[in-house]
């Protein structure tokens, strides 16, 4: 069981809050990307690299880490970012995001850089993967587990329900899916584009064990990591409901946000609101 005192809680809050920093200027000095997810995901990805996950950032591709795979990879910037700070490479390397020969892709790409599981792009694909190396995992008798983060507009796809079919029928217990509720796609809301809910409902009919919570509380989160560690005979769906733009009040639930980055005098607004958001953090912990 993973153990969360109020110290270590402190620590991933004020992380999460150094990446969203780090996101701003990696966007804003790539002049493209998307800012509104990135941000809205940026507890959950602290808690993961920080706290949840068994990895090694000394040796990437040690064969007994457990696997994180993000489906939707338009989110990569929180990702690189926290990578970053895990020490899985210079963190001076961000600014170099979407940039000609750059490691770090508009879209993760596996062979670009270590410690990326899967290239993703196509959204819907990333849950079918997961499952791949999961049952791999499975048939060599591993004890590594496998997170698939997703976000909800991937469930417009037909793909995705292929997956959450199989990964039902098969009992995969060693699979939690993580998924960023947080309402909004490229072009619109969820439930104005393709009305999703109950998604709870949906996921329990296929028989997945799913769990609800506050996406920016992290104490929830590890608890519902636990939990999906408790289930034996089902893959777990964690729904994570997110503000995206999260910390940023001008960019919090426009989905007009999703896939642009913050110019330089937003930026300046942006990364002003979330050092007086740090401050808070630190004093509340105190």
């Given at each position: 069981m993973l153990r969360l005192n109020s110290?270590?809680?402190?620590?991933?809050?004020?992380?999460?809050?150094?990446?969203?920093?780090?996101?701003i200027n990696t966007l804003v000095e790539a002049g493209s990307g998307h800012s509104a997810g990135p941000l809205g995901m940026a507890d959950i990805f602290a808690a993961l690299y920080f706290h949840v996950l068994n990895h090694d950032p000394g040796n990437p591709n040690w064969e007994d880490r457990d696997r994180l795979l993000v489906s939707n990879g338009h989110i990569c910037p929180v990702q690189y970012v926290t990578m970053a700070h895990a020490g899985y490479f210079p963190k001076e390397e961000l600014?170099?995001?979407r940039k000609l020969d750059s490691r770090l892709q508009g879209h993760p790409h596996r062979t670009s850089l270590a410690g990326l599981e899967t290239t993703s792009g196509p959204l819907g694909s990333g849950l079918s993967q997961a499952i791949g190396v999961a049952l791999a995992g499975e048939l060599d008798e591993k004890r590594f587990w496998t997170y698939c983060i997703c976000s909800d507009g991937e469930q417009n796809e037909g793909n995705f329900w292929e997956a959450v079919m199989f990964a039902g029928k098969r009992k995969m217990r060693r699979l939690t899916a993580i998924m960023d509720r947080n309402n909004?796609?490229?072009?619109?809301?969820?439930?104005?584009?393709?009305p999703l809910e109950p998604?709870?409902?949906?996921?329990?009919a296929f028989n997945w064990h799913v769990l609800e919570i506050d996406g920016h509380n992290i104490e929830a989160f590890v608890d519902?990591?636990?939990?999906?560690k408790a289930i034996y005979e089902k893959p777990t769906m964690i729904i994570a409901h997110t503000i995206p733009g999260k910390g940023v009040s001008f960019m919090e639930g426009d989905y007009q946000w999703h896939g642009k980055p913050p110019k330089p005098d937003e930026a300046k607004i942006a990364l002003k609101e979330l050092r007086t958001l740090e401050g808070r953090i630190v004093s509340e912990h105190e």
């Open positions: 110290s270590k809680e402190a620590e991933l809050y004020a992380k999460a809050n150094q990446i969203r920093q780090d996101i600014l170099t995001l909004i796609q490229i072009d619109g809301h969820t439930e104005d584009i393709m998604l709870r409902a949906k996921y329990e519902a990591i636990n939990e999906s």
